[in-house]
């Protein structure tokens, strides 16, 4: 069983909709990351938290702690918020940290 | 600032060659990654630079692979002999602190025949 696991792995839209995209993960961390890869496979760092809600924009990401649980949420999608969205973990590993990777959701909003 | 560059973009070759990918991090960033992209196994992190320093090199898949930092500007990745299973997009990034946001270059795709 993978680390951190996101949920769909795929996803339409209309646009204006309202997205949620879920990962979970199974062991404790120091932060949880949001990434979007853009169609054209640049790669844009959205959100770290460690607990709580923050918000930017449309954006909207929390994550709960106890639930190991984080889901990022977009507003009023857009068709330019086609992407693949990648949830990634930092987890402890001897003394130091490890940055763990889901395998990412994509989203796909139609005009 | 130009962001992070990443060259070549993209690069063909076969299989049993070394293949070099080059990096350039943001000015003023004190950490350097380097990551794998493939459609099986996504993103993965094969190893990161602190002050030029290596720190983890844990994600490197075996010692057909290297990289270097000889100074704060430049950082290579090097595959010898490569593989086909190579294959892959490899991203470099940087930041200001260790995990904190990561500024992405666009990436090399690299086709090992």
């Known amino acids: 069983k993978n680390e951190v696991e996101q949920s769909p792995q795929n996803l339409t839209a209309q646009e204006g909709e309202f997205i949620t995209i879920n990962c979970s993960y199974s062991?404790?961390?120091?932060?949880l990351h949001w990434l979007q890869q853009h169609p054209g496979g640049g790669i844009v760092s959205l959100f770290m938290l460690s607990s709580g809600k923050k918000k930017h924009g449309r954006l909207i990401a929390t994550i709960n702690i106890q639930e190991k649980h984080s889901s990022l949420h977009i507003t009023a999608s857009h068709p330019r918020d086609s992407a693949v969205y990648i949830c990634a973990v930092r987890r402890p590993q001897g003394g130091s940290e490890k940055l763990v990777f889901g395998k990412g959701t994509k989203l796909t909003v139609n005009p | 600032d130009a962001g992070v560059i990443q060259s070549p973009r993209h690069e063909v070759t076969e299989m049993g060659q070394e293949v070099t990918l080059r990096c350039k991090p943001i000015?003023?960033?004190?950490?350097l990654f380097w990551y794998r992209q493939t459609m099986m196994r996504g993103l993965e992190l094969l190893i990161y630079f602190n002050n030029n320093v290596p720190i983890d090199d844990s994600g490197m898949p075996e010692d057909r692979f290297s990289a270097k930092m000889p100074n704060a500007s430049f950082s290579t990745l090097k595959i010898q002999p490569s593989e086909p299973r190579d294959s892959a997009v490899y991203f470099c990034a940087s930041s200001v602190r260790r995990y904190n946001e990561q500024f992405f270059g666009p990436g090399t795709r690299l086709t090992v025949l």
């Open positions: 000015s003023g960033h004190d950490y």
């Open positions: 062991v404790g961390i120091s932060a």
